[in-house]
Structures are given as C-alpha cells and as structure tokens.
C-alpha cells in the first residue's frame, strides 16, 4: 500500500488549496479514506472522511469549508480547502485501514 499526497503550500487566509492523495497497492473502491491533520504541539485529528460508497463527514471546524472526494478511476483522493484560516495551518496526511502517507504541509498565513 502506498499514499502520496501533495498539493500542499503557503496560502493567504481566506485562500484555497486542494489536496491530492494518490493511492496504490490495493483495491481501491473498497475502502473508506480519511484526511487527518496534525499541528505543530497538539495532536493528529482527523478532518474529513469518505467511504466507499461515497458518505462524507468533516470535522465541525471545517465544515462548509472543505470538501473531500475520490476519483475511482484514478485511485484518488481530494481535499478540496476553501476560506482557510491560520488554525487550519498543519500537516496533512491521507489514511486508509491503517495506512498514512507522508503528509503535505499546509501554512495559513499573511
């Protein structure tokens, strides 16, 4: 199994970026995803889930905000972040059953 995620970087506030996970060494519609994040001194949470038939949850703090998805086709998997905000300033790693990639940094910041 392997997950790569990319699409991080610097963003104003109020900026968007989106999240890329790609994901390979399994069947990949027959899992559930999830996007965590991790800042600097507090612990990993999670942010945002999708299965595999395609139910969404998010995190209160990012609700209406950020949006996740998957390509089946192209075995990925998105977040989509609008109107960030300085606290959504992390780590952000993609996870399946257990598996997490490297994590993409994302910086908030004016």
């Not at 949006?67 to 960030?84: E, G, P, R, W």
Request: proline share 3%.
């Amino acid at each position: 199994v392997q997950l790569v995620e990319s699409g991080g970087g610097l963003v104003q506030p109020g900026g968007s970026l989106r999240l890329s996970c790609a994901a390979s060494g399994f069947r990949f519609d027959d899992y559930n995803f999830g996007w965590f994040r991790q800042a600097p001194g507090k612990e990993r949470e999670g942010v945002a889930s999708i299965t595999n038939d395609e139910k969404t949850s998010y995190l209160d703090s990012v609700k209406g905000r950020f949006t996740i998805s998957s390509d089946d086709a192209k075995n990925m998997v998105y977040l989509q972040m609008n109107n960030l905000e300085p606290e959504d300033t992390a780590v952000y790693y993609c996870t399946v059953s257990g598996y997490w990639g490297q994590g993409t940094q994302v910086t908030v910041s004016s």
